[in-house]
Nanobody
Framework: QVQLVESGGGLVEAGGSLRLSCAAS????????MGWFRQAPGKERDFVAG????????YYADSVKGRFTISRDNAKNTAYLQMNSLKPEDTAVYYC?????????????????WGQGTQVTVSS
């Protein structure tokens, strides 16, 4: 089992940047594909970005492509989400998640472990 803890959320003005971190403990972090998801009030949890175990391949939702960058440092057991050019519609609770299965996927039901979430608020 793996435990995930997100950090780095906060309040930022539109056009600003934030870097989220997801620290993992427990079983070997490098064996898990990772994903970032977000959930706004009254909405479903949506896929934001995914990264395979090696970090060589990454995937993004169309709404964040070109603005967000997912990465991982397996030596530090940490995944990151660099968010640039933030917009008010990016406001949500952001979650990192790990999946046991290989590869990646945008369906949150395919992820097995979740962090507690970190709030990101973008003011206009």
């Amino acid at each position: 089992q793996v435990q995930l803890v997100e950090s780095g959320g906060g309040l930022v003005e539109a056009g600003g940047s934030l870097r989220l971190s997801c620290a993992a403990s427990g079983r070997t972090f490098s064996t898990y594909p990772m994903g970032w998801f977000r959930q706004a009030p009254g909405k479903e949890r949506d896929f934001v970005a995914g990264i395979i175990t090696s970090g060589r391949s990454t995937y993004y939702a169309d709404s964040v492509k070109g603005r967000f960058t997912i990465s991982r440092d397996n030596a530090k057991n940490t995944a990151y989400l660099q968010m640039n050019s933030l917009k008010p519609e990016d406001t949500a609770v952001y979650y990192c998640a790990a999946r046991i299965a290989r590869g990646w996927g945008p369906d949150p039901h395919d992820y097995d472990y979740w962090g507690q979430g970190t709030q990101v608020t973008v003011s206009s």
